[in-house]
């Protein structure tokens, strides 16, 4: 009995896991390189990261294509901070 709910739990714990995304680890133009984390664009609300300046200008350009294409690959990508309010 205590093994069935050892795996019981640890199955939802993995389920949780992947219901929530993956990380962004790799450009989304030059795939499979992996991230710089200082180089990024900030649209559509999210931070997407890539591996340098010439990818920056590429994801600039289309920012919607690469938001898709990497929610379709179930990243789960970070959230832009928001700018700050002018008073």
Known sequence: M???LMIA????SVSLALAEGKPQT???VMKGSP?????YVDAEG???????GGCVRE??????????EL???????EKAPE?????
């Open 35 to 39: 991230v710089n984390k200082s180089l």
């Open 2 to 4: 205590k093994k069935m």
């Open 9 to 12: 739990a640890l199955l939802a």
């Open 59 to 68: 994801v600039q350009a289309n920012p919607a294509k690469y938001v898709a």
């Open 26 to 28: 790799t450009c989304p």
């Open 71 to 77: 929610q379709a690959a179930g990243v789960e990508l």
């Open 83 to 87: 700018a700050p309010k002018a008073e």
């Open 46 to 52: 999210y931070r997407i990261y890539v591996c340098c």
